[in-house]
Nanobody, 112 residues
């Protein structure tokens, strides 16, 4: 059974940092690129970042470039999203995705 389980969300003040994790199981993890999306109060689900199966290629949207970093550890079947200099507009539910599979999401709230 395929599972993607996000964790690491929470409440943080503007300027703070969080690291999200996406733990995968039930498929050959290294063969798939993995994406992070977010659902914010103002927008439909928005693509944030992607990383290739071997971790050699990654891309990220302009609005978080320089603040967010995507990485993966294929030995742990886990993808990470390191988020720094967080802003209130980064608030939302963050989801990871691989192929047609989705996790349940983790809430990130940036507020003073």
């Amino acid at each position: 059974q395929v599972q993607l389980v996000e964790s690491g969300g929470g409440l943080v003040q503007p300027g703070g940092s969080l690291e999200l994790s996406c733990a995968a199981s039930g498929f050959t993890f290294r063969r798939y690129s993995v994406q992070w999306y977010r659902q914010t109060p103002r927008k439909e689900r928005e693509f944030v970042a992607t990383i290739s199966g071997d971790g050699g290629t990654a891309s990220i949207i302009n609005s978080v470039k320089g603040r967010f970093t995507i990485s993966r550890d294929n030995g742990k079947n886990t993808v990470y999203l390191q988020m720094t200099s967080l802003r209130t507009e980064d608030t939302g539910v963050y989801y990871c995705n691989a192929n047609e599979w989705w996790g349940q999401g983790t809430q990130v709230t940036v507020s003073s």
